[in-house]
């Protein structure tokens, strides 16, 4: 839980979410405050110490896989964890109004959208227009992964992934490059293990 007023590094936010998925993976009980006395204490202000660009599958709830609580994961979850307009500004507010000091891009496997976006550059599969809209962003990813892969679908899931945190350390918006330059916020991608509950940090 974050409460005191000093600023974490971003170096340690990510040893945090580290540490809840160590703990997720052993099975050990989390309970997070959820009175209401730390209700009211978070309605007076939010304060994060990470951001979270997420896919919204079901399977994959950032807040149980790092047993945070309350108030301490701003996150952003669409179909593929793709980079909108939407996403991209909800980051950015993260960044500069609540000065989290990491954000984190997380896919996982067998990932339904990145699969749908498969069978669109394999098979022309049609989807209705919304549903196309999102999987067209992610069909870049498909192309750029190793067609030969044992699978696919995993393959490009993790290509999504670093195209993502490429885009948001090299062309992304001054509110998110200035703080990225000056060492106070990080960007990294994450890989969730449906099978094992573990998330692999990529570096």
Request: hydrophobic fraction near 45%; glycine fraction near 6%.
């Amino acid at each position: 839980m974050t409460t005191g007023s000093d600023p974490i590094t971003p170096l340690e936010a990510l040893e945090r979410l580290k540490e809840g998925n160590r703990r997720f993976l052993a099975d050990a009980p989390y309970n997070p405050p959820m009175d209401r006395l730390h209700r009211l204490h978070l309605a007076a202000a939010q304060r994060p110490f990470a951001a979270y660009l997420s896919c919204s599958d079901s399977r994959v709830p950032p807040e149980l896989l790092f047993e945070r609580g309350l108030g301490e994961l701003f996150i952003v979850r669409n179909a593929g964890n793709t980079l909108c307009a939407t996403a991209l500004g909800s980051l950015e507010f993260a960044v500069t109004q609540l000065r989290v000091p990491l954000i984190v891009v997380m896919g996982h496997e067998a990932c339904g959208a990145i699969r749908a976006a498969v069978s669109v550059a394999r098979e022309q599969a049609a989807y209705t227009g919304n549903v196309s809209k999102v999987l067209q962003s992610l069909l870049p990813a498909v192309l750029e992964a190793d067609p030969w892969a044992e699978d696919l679908c995993n393959a490009a899931a993790l290509c999504n992934v670093r195209k993502v945190v490429r885009e948001l350390r090299e062309e992304a918006s001054p509110a998110l490059l200035e703080p990225q330059n000056a060492g106070s916020l990080m960007v990294v991608g994450a890989y969730y293990h449906l099978d094992s509950g573990r998330v692999e940090f990529l570096e």
